[in-house]
């Protein structure tokens, strides 16, 4: 138990996404809310229709899903009051955006309503990826950052460029990190039985790709490095998880890419996976290579995942190599974007250098200690105690 009163705090967590649905900011508010009802937290969740309907208690510990928006339009703000006054929370944590908010202007404006609505009670609002918002949508982010008595950045960058525009808010804002949305695989895992079942040979040697495939992903880049070194190496395979699929635009162009270099066969294209499944997929991998285009960062769930499952990783150099605390050639091997031949060239080291891709696994531990789910979790937790302490 985290509080120092009898009576557990009950926190409402908004969120447009949550499993299955697809969406990393889903995924994320899933494992942060396991991880809170951890530590003495009862946690009641408000998200769209098709997510997944959830209850689970054990003594005091509580986790309540309901599913109950079908559209966020105007509309949902009375369920969402409805929502309040049903669960009485202690705190309402706002998580901005997700997929299925769209371009609704009435999520917008929901932090100004909750806070007119119920003054008393602190109102917290996550920020992903505000940096990549264009101008107008960043706008769209002024009522949470007025309303919101904290706000919490997932990535300390965004603080840099919200205190830029908006210096008023600087004193509530806090940087808790995001955590891998994969868990580690566990010590029963059984990596050439999985291998088995993908239909890997034992001499391949796998490449992963992990994470949705868009524009800034960098695959453009990554698909003629492996058509290089399979030149070499052709037992070199690629993975990706999830598979490209032919409804979307983009993906189309890179189907077509994968045709073009003849990689189609040579390419193991996989479904969305559950957390779980996922891992042991991954951990399948020889390495995993993450080139994107804008420079590795804290909030790619994508990288934390893989560094989760032992994987040496291969990503681009951050732009704000400050705030990141993974080395190359320590912790990873960085290599700049849009580079084809660093990439090949860095594959190419794991592959001829047996020592220093097991370097790489067993080093990346340490700095990744600081992004447990457990950790993330009591960092939320004593956020929640300096508000009910008065700090607002």
Same mark, same amino acid.
């Given at each position: 138990m985290t509080q120092n009163h009898t009576k557990p705090w009950t926190l409402l967590v908004i969120s447009g996404t949550w499993p299955p649905l697809s969406c990393g900011v889903g995924d994320y508010s899933s494992k942060l809310c396991e991880h809170l009802i951890r530590q003495g937290i009862r946690v009641q969740v408000l998200t769209s229709k098709h997510a997944r309907p959830d209850f689970y208690l054990a003594g005091e510990s509580l986790l309540e899903v309901h599913t109950r928006i079908d559209r966020w339009s105007w509309s949902t703000l009375r369920i969402v009051e409805q929502t309040v006054r049903e669960t009485k929370p202690? *705190? @309402? %944590? *706002?998580?901005?955006?997700?997929?299925?908010?769209?371009?609704? %202007?009435a999520v917008n404006f929901l932090p100004r309503i909750l806070k007119k609505k119920f003054p008393e009670i602190p109102l917290l609002t996550t920020l992903h990826e505000f940096r990549y918002f264009r101008p107008w949508t960043q706008m769209r982010v002024i009522p949470a950052l007025r309303y919101s008595d904290r706000v919490i950045l997932v990535d300390p960058q965004d603080g840099e460029n919200i205190e830029k525009k908006h210096t008023w808010v600087s004193a509530r804002l806090r940087f808790i990190p995001i955590g891998s949305n994969v868990p580690p695989v566990t010590a029963s895992f059984d990596r050439d039985q999985q291998r088995t079942v993908l239909g890997i040979q034992p001499k391949d040697f796998i490449v992963a790709f992990f994470g949705f495939a868009n524009p800034p992903k960098g695959l453009e880049t990554l698909f003629p490095a492996i058509r290089l070194l399979r030149e070499k190496y052709p037992y070199v395979k690629l993975l990706l998880l999830p598979q490209l699929s032919s409804q979307v &635009?983009?993906? #189309?162009h890179l189907l077509q890419q994968l045709k073009k270099l003849d990689l189609i066969d040579h390419t193991i294209q996989l479904e969305y996976a559950q957390p779980r499944l996922a891992a042991k997929i991954l951990a399948s991998a020889d390495c995993a290579v993450l080139p994107f285009e804008d420079g590795a960062s804290l909030k790619r769930g994508s990288m934390l995942a893989c560094l989760e #499952?032992?994987?040496?990783? @291969?990503?681009? @150099?951050?732009?704000? &190599? &400050?705030? *990141?605390? *993974?080395?190359?050639? &320590?912790?990873?091997? %960085?290599?700049p974007p849009g580079d084809m031949t660093a990439i090949t060239q860095a594959v190419e080291m794991l592959l001829q250098e047996p020592k220093l891709k097991e370097a790489l696994s067993e080093q990346r531990r340490e700095p990744l200690r600081a992004y447990a789910w457990d950790t993330i979790a009591k960092q939320h937790c004593a956020l929640l105690a300096e508000l009910q302490e008065g700090g607002r």
């Open positions: 202690d *705190f @309402i %944590l *706002f998580q901005w955006p997700t997929a299925n908010y769209g371009r609704s %202007l &635009k983009y993906h #189309q #499952q032992a994987l040496p990783v @291969i990503t681009t @150099i951050p732009k704000q &190599k &400050k705030y *990141f605390p *993974f080395l190359d050639r &320590k912790h990873m091997l %960085l290599v």
